[in-house]
């Protein structure tokens, strides 16, 4: 039977059993404070002041709670910015009521919810030695922790304001109540580079189509923006992926010189070993296109590349994992699942 790691030591080698000791309060709590305002942009206060004229409207105070509030930084701006009431929970206690928000949120005023919620992966939990404090909520079926806060404020609040991982957008989360979406390019908090951002849900009556902005630009509806991803290549199988002596190469990360994006190569024009392809590999492969002669490949390379790069021009990269950081340019990394490799590979094929 394995070994029960103590709490606080995540495991940073399976083959050399090497743990580092980690804040465990901190790591189980998600408590990485937003340090930046860039969050309140233009159609995030725009949404904002519709949701306190329709708290107004009904003859209620304009009011705001944050179940997660931390140093209450967002709470505290809020006031500022329009001198609506506020209060908070946390579990932590501190300056707020002590309230796990993450079993239930009373919201007895009907406030807007405004938030930045604990985030943590039910593997990063495991890994990082702090399964053992937050087992509970995981045997609910939820495989993040920012997922179950985001629907305990949906279940308690009409608005709800919540800055969450940028995975949010390609996660199967339900996205009807949602509105508006600021993608936020740059760093909110002090103490780690997660991508950002802003999503901001109505009641199911007010919501529209999910308009997405990168920053203060608009984009487009989420529904148009996740089109570019098509059907996920469910039409038969034309590729096999992880194929160490494949015929194409696939580069499925952008690399953070920013000489090297993601690209589909001959095999010949990749310089990544075919040794370490495994069946699990996800950001460097090589695949095998068995319907094509090696005189088509050097066609299909230039069709998916093409097809490739007019996604990620359409969507803005917005249907792309981000993927650690920024590249040298200052373009945010990102990843290109096989889901969506295999619909570029079946078009350029078709
Ligand atoms: C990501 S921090 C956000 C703090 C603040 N809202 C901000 O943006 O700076 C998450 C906060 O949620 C609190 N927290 C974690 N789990 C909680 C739970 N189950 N119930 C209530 N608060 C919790 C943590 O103590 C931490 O202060």
Same mark, same amino acid.
């Given at each position: ?16 059993? $090497? ?16 340090? =930046? ?94 399964? +053992? ?18 629907? $305990? ?17 390609? +996660? ?13 390019? /740059? ?31 608009? *984009?487009? +509806? ?9 059907? /996920? ?20 990360? =952008? ?13 010949? =024009? ?11 590999? $996800? ?18 390379? *230039? ?30 990394? $990102? ?8 619909? *570029?590979?079946?078009?350029?094929? +078709?």
């Amino acid at each position: 039977m394995a070994k029960r790691r103590p709490v606080g030591e995540m495991l940073v080698s399976v083959q050399l059993g $090497r743990v580092v000791q980690i804040d465990a309060e901190k790591v189980s709590r998600g408590t990485f404070f937003t340090t =930046d305002d860039r969050w309140l942009n233009q159609p995030v206060k725009e949404f904002l002041s519709f949701a306190f004229l329709e708290q107004t409207s009904v003859g209620k105070t304009a009011s705001v709670l944050d179940p997660f509030a931390g140093d209450g930084h967002l709470l505290e701006v809020l006031a500022e910015t329009y001198g609506v009431e506020t209060s908070g929970y946390d579990i932590a206690g501190g300056q707020w009521p002590v309230n796990d928000s993450l079993k239930k949120v009373p919201n007895p005023q009907g406030s807007v919810i405004v938030t930045n919620p604990p985030y943590l992966a039910n593997h990063s939990a495991k890994r990082k030695g702090v399964n +053992s404090i937050v087992a509970s909520y995981f045997k609910q079926g939820y495989d993040n922790l920012w997922k179950l806060a985001l629907d $305990r404020c949906l279940a308690s609040a009409d608005y709800v304001v919540a800055i969450l991982p940028e995975t949010f957008l390609l +996660s199967t989360f339900p996205k009807d109540r949602l509105a508006v979406i600021s993608v936020i390019e /740059g760093q909110l908090f002090d103490d780690t580079d997660a991508p950002a951002l802003v999503a901001c849900f109505g009641p199911a009556s007010v919501s529209g189509a999910g308009s997405v902005f990168i920053n203060e630009r608009l *984009i487009g +509806s989420l529904a148009r923006i996740m089109e570019c991803r098509g059907k /996920g290549g469910r039409r038969g199988k034309p590729a096999h992926f992880n194929i160490p002596d494949g015929r194409i190469g696939l580069r499925a990360v =952008d690399g953070a010189d920013g000489n090297t994006p993601i690209e589909f190569l001959l095999a010949e =024009d990749f310089d990544y070993p075919r040794s370490r392809v495994k069946v699990s590999s $996800r950001l460097m492969t090589y695949l095998e296109l068995p319907t094509l002669t090696d005189a088509e490949l050097p066609g299909f390379v *230039i069709r998916a590349n093409q097809l490739l790069n007019s996604i990620r021009v359409e969507s803005h990269d917005l249907v792309l994992a981000p993927f650690k950081g920024n590249m040298k340019n200052g373009r945010r990394r $990102r990843r290109l699942d096989y889901e969506l490799a295999r619909e *570029i590979i079946a078009r350029s094929l +078709s």
